[in-house]
């Protein structure tokens, strides 16, 4: 963070900040709209895409921002950006196309026409990042192996569970441990939530019942998780984790399966109920017997396994650190390793009729369980990511797995596509 951090000046010293574009206009990006302009400097929040440009125009006022204008063309955003002006538009052509833009942000939360932005981003040379989980957990090795082939970075965010334990995990490893376990604290979680038992919650929090019910249901918690793993290079000891309950991280070993932390073999899991109840933690190993005696004086344990954990996740107050990082120094926050290693599963959160349309991520009718890629590949497990929409075309248990076979999916999408070419090009 230090070479960030002096990478940062020097933009601000010669007065050329990152010229940064954002898709998306939800919660996620008033806060990072927000961050931005008024505490990044290095950085210029040039121009806020959606589909809505009204929405985009309100993030910017929410940001302080009162004379954002839209633009139609990549000539008016640049010359805008000469004048350091803020900027919007309904078209992401417009944004992609602009020579001056280094980086851009997604941030809309959907699969479908998230991934299509992002790949556009990622044709068109620039760095992306993204505060998408679900898309990110269903394509991003293929999107990650588009931006290498690109010279560009692809990477989730600081802040976000998946960014803090990937840079727990990097920390610990400079230390010399072998990084056996990662996961997320979670703090409630019941598969069988629905958007109505949260209508009330969400509403208070200023927040879509869809998606607090996916914070809840453990929808999220898989996606995120799978992002994490794809990243470690890690897999799971079995469909939905052991997510064991617990008072308090410290002591969240002994509350796992013997054997479930192996060297040589790492996985992803969660707490329930552990203090400090947010934020990530990683499982440590080392036999090294100096390292043992210090590790048990500064009171971690007896090893050899040994708990690190940061109590904090702030993603839109972190996602500009990750923006510097890939364009100032080339380095991904959190990014798929080189292949897929898990996969947020689609399971039936009622009994399922022919006919039923599956109404996908945070909703009625199915949940995601996180499971490993060659299980979901050789099962014919349908993910979480594209279940929305799908024509469930025979009668599915309640709590079931779905697969393809179970389901008709909708003409023309992209993300079907891109899944297809996603098994090609790592499984051929």
Known sequence: MIIVDTEIQKRIAEDRPIQVAMIGAGYSARHIASQITSSFPGMHLAVIVNRTPEHALSVFQKAGIDDARYVSSADELAAAMQKRQHCITDDANVAFSTPGIEAVIETTG??????????????AGKHTFVLNCEMDATVGPLLKHYASKQGVIYSNSDGDEPGVASNLARHVKTMGLEVVGAGNLKGFYDVHRTPETQKAFAEANNQKPHMMTSFVDGTKLSMELTVTANALGFGVGRRGMYGPACDDVRTCLEHFPAGAFQPGHGIVDFLLGAS??????????TEHPMKREYLKYLKMGDGPFYVFYTPFH?????IPITVCRGVLCHDAAVAPKDKPYCEAVAIAKRPLRE??????????????????????????????????????????????????????????RLIDQLRKEMINTFYS
């Open 110 to 123: 959907e699969v479908e026409y998230g991934a299509w932005a992002t790949l556009q981003s990622i044709q």
């Open 276 to 285: 400090p109840y947010t934020g990530a933690f990683v499982v440590g190993h």
């Open 314 to 318: 702030l993603p839109q107050l972190e």
């Open 355 to 412: 006919g039923d349309v599956l109404d996908g991520i945070g909703g009625f009718t199915n949940y995601a369980l996180i499971d490993n890629f060659d299980t979901s590949l050789r099962e014919n497990l349908l993910p979480m990511g594209v279940a929305e929409r799908c024509l469930v075309k025979r009668d599915v248990p309640i709590n079931t797995a779905l697969t393809y076979d179970d389901v008709e999916l909708p003409d023309g």
